[in-house]
């Protein structure tokens, strides 16, 4: 797994307009506090190899999310599955927050809290 090219501000302000629409489909999702329904939906999640899952753990992942056009056909406990997916790194995370509580505020509709 290479290193993630960091995200600009607008392709987080993109992503925060995308889960407000509801196209996106994130770990915050996921109601209980349960970790372990996390690679349950991120499929490939529980398929890294020892390697590629310390690789993964030295990005510091902070949100995983996935376009829901790229859900897998059937659900596990009422959530979808996807055979992909994508994070925010913490560095992302910390940006992310703002942007999304700003486009939030201007646009009305499905708000989930994402500030983990």
């Known amino acids: 797994m290479s290193p993630p090219v960091p995200k600009t501000d607008v392709e987080l302000e993109k992503l925060a307009r995308d889960i407000i629409a509801g196209l996106v489909f994130t770990d915050r999702h996921i109601a209980d506090t349960n970790t372990d329904n996390i690679p349950l939906v991120f499929?490939?999640?529980s398929m890294l190899s020892p390697m590629q899952?310390?690789?993964?753990?030295?990005?510091?992942?902070?949100?995983?999310y996935e376009y829901l056009n790229r859900a897998l056909p059937r659900v596990v406990n009422g959530l979808p599955r996807f055979a992909s997916f994508k994070y925010l790194t913490k560095d992302e995370a910390e940006r992310f927050g703002p942007i999304y509580e700003r486009v939030r505020s201007e646009t009305p509709g499905r708000n989930i809290d994402v500030k983990g």
């Open 43 to 45: 499929v490939p999640l």
């Open 53 to 64: 899952l310390e690789s993964l753990r030295e990005a510091k992942p902070a949100m995983f």
